[in-house]
């Protein structure tokens, strides 16, 4: 173990040390044991995690800090947001010499926590753990999962809940947030000072605050690409979860889409459907506009407006490729986007299940019957019959190979996808004390593109993955 703080030391002024408070009775529910050894934190015991993570008892080297931002929320600013429930406990240099922030989500109030108590309830962070481990073993850059405590401190949200705590990870939780912060508080001069951390720590390969915004246009424009590709709704994309190192961050409402739907809002105080999943792509866009905005004082105007510019043709280009990919196309034709057009009018005319669609079209074979498994999706396989008949012929026309496209296939079409009726029955289950489904649906989420018999049932077609309501932000 070699914690350091850097961020509390370096940048005093952009946080506010806070120690942690205790959980009633508070236990380890799950390690992430792979990851905990990969950061060098394997000697750390069990006994330390929960004194660490539940009792208030930060290891030795810690120096707990709660961060100060602001943030765009549903298109308002709010000046002063900052950690409200999670502080930075310190940093740990992983063996390969990268450093981890030790993030620790619910450890109680903060200066920065207005009216809200400082938790986060079981239910929200077994959804922050699954979600945060079943992107990442999706490919997608995101925030990891290292510990899940839960407790029986009662924890007040639509009902009486228990309080639980995740300990995340990711390189740095630096936001969007913070550079508006400091931009819009009177306090422009800081801005060259999280720069110059930014290039420091975690953009050594960049020279310059231009370079930097171009960076993050570009990881956020793959990032949201990949979100597409997937079918994956953040939920919240107010400036204050948009990370600088271009990872999924802050999860709250989020979802899976089930049956196709390009108008997708999983959360249900989102009336508008401002952050809809046909939304994200222009969101982001909005986002990094509000980004370069808190940057123009101390950043080339034309750099900014550069960066910006490149941002709809890397996010198109990278999704055009997942897509391409998703359908086992190795050329590019004229007519293709027609043919995908199609496909996703299809697939939403009939709410057909998007994940199990694309995973079954990979047994689609050169010639010979359509694929039972693939048609049982399809409530009526007529209107699909032209579709059909066209990939067929396109496949054709690559000379593709059935065998080696549906192994390409395979490899970036989940089998086994985090859907919130999976979620929720894991959910359901610890809350009553019993972790058997959370840990059976974590290990099938650790492989979503292996088949795995011994987790069918996580991957087959059931009513209830269609009746998910949209959630609630309560967490
Ligand atoms: P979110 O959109 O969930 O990331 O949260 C927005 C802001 O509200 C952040 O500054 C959070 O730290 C804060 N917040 C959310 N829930 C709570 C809570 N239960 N107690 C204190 N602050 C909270
Ligand atoms: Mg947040």
Redesign the pocket.
Known sequence: MKLINSFATELPWACEPVAPQPLANARLLHLNRPLLGELGLGEVSDEQWLACCGQARPLPGMQPVAQV?AGH?FGGYSPR??????LLLAEQQAPDGQRWDLHLKGAG??P???F?????VLRSSIREYLASEALHALGIPTTRALVLVGSDEPVYRETVETGATVLRTAPSHLRFGQFEYFAWSGQGEKIPLLIDYLLRHHFPELESGAELFAEVVRRTARLIAKWQAVGFTHG?M?T??MSILGLTL?Y?PYGFIDGYEADFVCNHTDSGGRYALSQQPAVGYWNLQKLAQALADHVDGEALAAALGQYEHQLMLHYSELMRARLGLETWEDEDPALFRQMFQQLAADKIDYHLFLRRLALVEASGPWPASLLTLLPDATPWQGWLDAYRARLAREGSEDATRKARMDAVNPKYVLRNALAQGVIEAAERGDMAPFERLYAALQHPYDEQPEFEELATPHPDWYLGEALS?S?
């Open positions: 931002y929320q947001l900052g950690d409200g429930r999670a109030k903060t920065f926590s207005r809200g108590d400082g938790r986060a919240v107010n204050d979860n802050d709250g932000c967490s």
